[in-house]
């Protein structure tokens, strides 16, 4: 998406945040998403929702386990929030 215009934002994405950091040992990559679920849906930050939503599934999270952690984060995070990620959840797995 970015490659050709900040190819060292690229880099690091690749290389440091999925290579280095998502494959520690430590959490299972399905725990990994779900905490990044969650720090997506509590700084309302939307536009990364719904990569990291698939990425959950693929991950070995279930939609109705998603949809659960977005509801619960309603109370910690604020309802509009939750909303809005809600929303994108929707319509990703309504997706065709």
Known sequence: ???DF???????????LFGQVWER?????????LVTVAGL???????????????ARDNGASEQELIETITHLAFYAGWPKAMSAMAVAKELFQAP
């Open 1 to 3: 998406m970015f490659g």
């Open 6 to 16: 900040a190819p060292a934002l690229v880099g690091f994405t690749d290389d440091v």
């Open 25 to 33: 040992g430590e959490l299972s990559a399905r725990d990994r998403s």
């Open 41 to 55: 849906v509590t700084s309302g930050s939307t536009e990364q929702l719904a990569h990291h939503l698939g990425r």
